[in-house]
């Protein structure tokens, strides 16, 4: 009996510009209802799956994106994020980041108000 083929469902295609990735680390972030992230780059290039609940997800001078569980993102190194948060004030969101590190980099740098 054969099995069913197996699924293989694109989230995200993108493509990098900052060269040669060294090694990668992976965290599972929780924001709180309502909590947000502040403004904020990453030295490196970093990939993001939403796990549970939305995130409102902004890169300096884009539109603003709503992304529901089951999103994939990217945050290009360098780029400045203006937004990035849980987008409920009553549930929870979690998200995996992948970091592609290119050496010993920083994960995030917190910005000031613009």
């Known amino acids: 009996m054969s099995q ?3 699924e293989r469902k694109e989230l995200l295609k ?3 510009k900052n060269g040669v990735f060294t090694s990668a ?3 599972e972030i929780r924001l ?3 909590q947000q ?3 904020h780059l990453h030295p490196c290039a970093v990939l993001g799956y939403i796990v549970k609940g939305t995130a409102i997800y902004q890169i300096e001078g884009e539109a603003e994106q709503i992304l529901p569980a089951g999103s994939a993102f990217h945050e290009p190194a360098g780029a400045i994020i203006t937004n990035f948060g849980n ?3 009553s549930e929870p969101m979690t998200f995996v980041a992948f ?3 290119n050496g010993d980099q920083e ?4 910005l000031g108000a613009d």
């Open 107 to 110: 994960l995030i740098q917190m």
């Open 37 to 39: 992230g502040g403004r």
């Open 87 to 89: 987008a409920s004030d």
């Open 32 to 34: 709180e209802p309502g």
């Open 4 to 6: 069913p083929p197996i």
């Open 99 to 101: 970091y592609l590190l």
């Open 25 to 27: 680390d992976v965290r």
């Open 14 to 16: 993108t493509v990098f």
